[in-house]
């Protein structure tokens, strides 16, 4: 059979130097972009956390399971691709054994007769086939020509995602035809164990030229399959892994990125605008991780179906986000990896793609996408290949910010009561401690050094030491605590906002600022622990003050609270009588995983009837206050606020608690416009559910 080898080997070293041109031209733009070598440092220090990522991940497909029947479909289908490169191997062995003794009766060397080896190669193509069923079944369910916008796959290419499940069902018919012409001409190497395999024998005829065709054509069809994945959305096979080795641990969220440029982070004070790169203005700006998530995109549409915005008609998909980019990335490639030379040489079009901006009213992105994004982190929860889209997302906002001080005019306002007044709504420093005086016991000021006996500093936030409904959280909060005993201080006037909404905006400078005077205060102070009532507050104290030098241990105040009624030293006794629903902060959720202790404790309040939304704990709904947007107007489409409480209503609820501030005023205001066009009865109420708490422990 020295034809089927001659033609197999020609075929394969045809396809491989396609695909090997692609994968080149793939990591030199890549890595054209800015460096990111904290990204290697990381994944090289965290071994450990490293495998256990892949192995749950990507061989145990933990995010994607939660998707049932898709994931259920997608694992087989992937571990398809790992059992059937054995069957691969035997193709290939299968060629040159032929070719050489003219019996092409290869078997893997050790295991390649076992019957298990056998079966396990043909279960996994009948289950992968079923899961192409499922696959072809969602999509015609779920097609956008169906179900519009609200369809995952809206924007996607869906030729291409069509066209690699006829590859994939091409791969397992071909095999089945080699294999079951292998058992009749005697070259099989399972006596047992390949159930299908030996089904398909019965139906065929003895032949070794069907044989050596069906050999070819499963050889040709993985070789063609391999261009085109190495060409389309199915690259993930190959990056998917990549991916999530070098994503931010345990997730992109949390924290937000430091801001860096040329692969340090930037020094605000010796910072060159001429030199350095201040986030992200053109496509070039991108890091290699940046390129990578584009790459790895594989079109599903999971972050589109549960992002706020996208949900509320909103410009913003996540998915279209990354596409838009890797679109223009692929457009403009040729170009930028020519020589400065040769790039002098091309036409106008060229030179105006290349200045193309990467956010603008005729850029990649429109700014309404942009700025439509609250940080809530939900695209971030469901990315089965760990993209980042709050990271690109930032990036390009602090390039709008910074650079081209282009961004929603009423965030302005925001950013100049920062700077001058330290909060957000520019009120005089003194009154935040102004909420203490409506308390029957003293609450220490911390102006210098911490005293010994006062164990947590209260981080009272800005919302929390000025608005009125967050102060009611406050009161209740520091009246808990007094009560089990906590010694507890604020730094009252000391105290600034943590920088969170400017760091969320784009305004990295005026974060840094701000976090970097809030941590010499603490440090001056020394301070251990910290607990917060904002879980914006809550993050940035915990997750980004490390950055610049702040360590704290730092907690939110459901979790001291559930900690303090676990111990008995708070004790909830009188009963009351509601049912109750629980939305998630997405900042202490989904970004810090706080899901259990706010309910930990509506649990042990006696009476308390719970009732959870639809969407709820990962899947939680954003109130849209996050990324900023409390400052800014929400002009186009249905208010997220309005949404989120059309949805706690069908509940039917006495009260809907929450754990912030920024929650706790979104949702009022959309409840309290529900009340005024009679959809809420009048009883309803928006509260933290530290108010619950000490209604309970106090029975008032
Ligand atoms: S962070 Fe939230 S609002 Fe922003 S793109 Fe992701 S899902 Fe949408
Ligand atoms: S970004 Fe992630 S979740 Fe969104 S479409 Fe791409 S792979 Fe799917």
Known sequence: ?????????????????????????????????????????YARE??????????????GQKKLLKWTPSGTAHFFVMWAFFILATVYLEAYGALIQGAVTGTPDFHIPLIGTWPILGFLQDFIAVAALI?????????????????????????????????????????????????????????????????????????????????????????????????????????????????????????????????????????????????????????????????????TCTECGRCQSQCPAWNTDKPLSPKMLILDQRDHAFKVAPYLLMSEEQRAHQGQDVLALLEKPLVGEDGVIHPDVLWSCTNCGA?????????????????????????????????????????????????????????????????????????????????????GALEDRAKKTTKAVAELLHIAGVKFGVLGPMEACT???????????????????????????????????????????????????????????????????EEGRLTPITPIEEKITYHDPCFLGRHNKVYAQPRDIMAKVPGVQTQEMHRCKDRGFCCGAGGARMWMEERIGKRINTERVEEALTTDPDTVSTACPFCLVMLGDAINEKKNSGQAKESVEVVDVAQLLIKSVKGI
């Open 499 to 565: 920088g969170d909404p400017a760091r969320r905006l784009g305004m990295e400078f005026l974060f840094n600022m701000l976090a970097q005077q809030n941590i010499e205060t603490l440090n001056e102070a020394g301070v251990k622990k910290i607990v917060a009532t904002c879980p914006h507050c809550f993050n940035t104290l915990a997750n980004e003050y490390p950055q610049l030098g702040g360590d704290y241990e730092v907690v939110h105040h459901t979790q001291l609270l559930s900690h303090l009624v």
């Open 131 to 295: 899961g192409l069923i499922v696959f072809a079944a969602i999509r015609v369910a779920k097609s956008p020509k169906k179900l519009g916008r609200e369809s995952r796959f809206s924007g996607s290419h869906l030729g291409g995602a069509w066209l690699v499940l006829f590859m994939i069902f091409n791969v397992i018919w071909t095999m089945f035809l080699f294999r079951g012409a292998a058992v009749n001409t005697g070259n099989f190497p399972y006596k047992s164990g390949a159930f299908a395999s030996d089904l398909v024998a019965k139906i065929l005829p003895t032949s070794e030229a069907l044989e050596g065709v069906g050999l070819l054509l499963h050889i040709g069809v993985m070789l063609v399959f391999l261009v085109i994945v190495v060409n389309s959305k199915h690259l993930h096979i190959f990056t998917a892994p990549m991916n999530v080795l070098f994503s931010r641990r345990p997730d992109g969220l949390g924290g937000a990125q430091e801001m860096r440029s040329n692969g340090k982070v930037l020094d605000f004070e010796e910072a060159d605008p001429d030199v350095d790169v201040f986030g992200r203005g053109k496509i070039e700006d991108t890091t290699w991780k940046g390129f990578l998530d584009f790459y």
């Open 1 to 41: 059979m020295l034809w089927v080898a001659i033609i197999g080997l020609v075929m394969t070293a045809i396809a491989v130097t396609l695909a090997g041109r692609r994968v080149l031209f793939l990591y030199r733009l890549a890595t054209s972009g800015q460096p990111a070598p904290e990204r290697v440092r």
């Open 379 to 463: 695209c971030v929860e469901q990315c089965p290949v760990d993209i980042e889209h709050i990271d690109h997302i930032l990036d390009m906002r602090r390039y709008q910010v910074m650079i081209e001080s282009s961004f929603p005019s009423e965030a302005g306002v925001m950013l100049k009561n920062l700077e001058n007044k330290g909060n957000p709504w520019g009120m005089p420093e003194m009154k935040r401690a102004e909420w203490i005086e409506e308390l029957d016991f003293e609450v220490p000021i911390i102006d210098e050094k911490m005293p010994e006996d006062v164990e947590y500093l209260f981080w009272v936030g800005c919302a």
């Open 46 to 59: 965290n071994v450990g956390a490293e495998i256990k990522a892949q192995l749950v991940e990507v061989f």
